[in-house]
Nanobody, 124 residues
Framework: DVQLQASGGGVVQVGGSLRLSCAASGFSFGDYAIGWFRQAPGKEREGVSF????????WYTNSVKDRFTISRDNADNTAYLQMNSLKSEDTAVYYC?????????????????WGQGTLVTVSS
C-alpha cells in the first residue's frame, strides 16, 4: 500500500524554522513528483511546493518563495520542506502528496495519495 508519513511539525515562534519530512513507501518514490500542501483553519487546502522526480524542477507558491525550500532524497524515499522565517499565516496542517499512476493493460488511472498531515503552529 502507498503510504506517505509527514512529520516535523510543531510550535515555533515567528521568524523561526522547521523542517518537515515526508517518508514514503509502497511505490517507486524516485519516479514521482512530490507535493506539499497546507490547510489553515477555515480555509481550503492549498499547494505550497512541488518537486519533480529528479529534483530538476521545483515550484513554490508566492507566499513562501525565498523562505521555504523543498528537497528529496530518492535513496531514502523521503521528501523535505525546510521552512524558514516563519510567519503566523504559515500556521496550518501540512500534507505531502503524490499522484500515483496505476496501469491495467492499456488503461492508466491516476490516484492522488495523501499523508496524514503534520500541524505547524507559528506563534507571535
Amino acid at each position: 500500500d502507498v503510504q506517505l508519513q509527514a512529520s516535523g511539525g510543531g510550535v515555533v515562534q515567528v521568524g523561526g524554522s522547521l523542517r518537515l519530512s515526508c517518508a514514503a513507501s509502497g511505490f517507486s518514490f524516485g519516479d514521482y513528483a512530490i507535493g506539499w500542501f497546507r490547510q489553515a483553519p477555515g480555509k481550503e487546502r492549498e499547494g505550497v511546493s512541488f518537486i519533480s522526480s529528479s529534483e530538476s524542477r521545483t515550484w513554490y507558491t508566492n507566499s513562501v518563495k525565498d523562505r521555504f525550500t523543498i528537497s528529496r532524497d530518492n535513496a531514502d524515499n523521503t521528501a523535505y520542506l525546510q521552512m524558514n522565517s516563519l510567519k503566523s499565516e504559515d500556521t496550518a496542517v501540512y500534507y505531502c502528496s503524490a499522484a500515483i499512476k496505476y496501469y491495467s493493460g492499456s488503461h492508466v488511472q491516476t490516484k492522488v495519495h495523501w499523508g496524514q498531515g503534520t500541524l505547524v503552529t507559528v506563534s507571535s
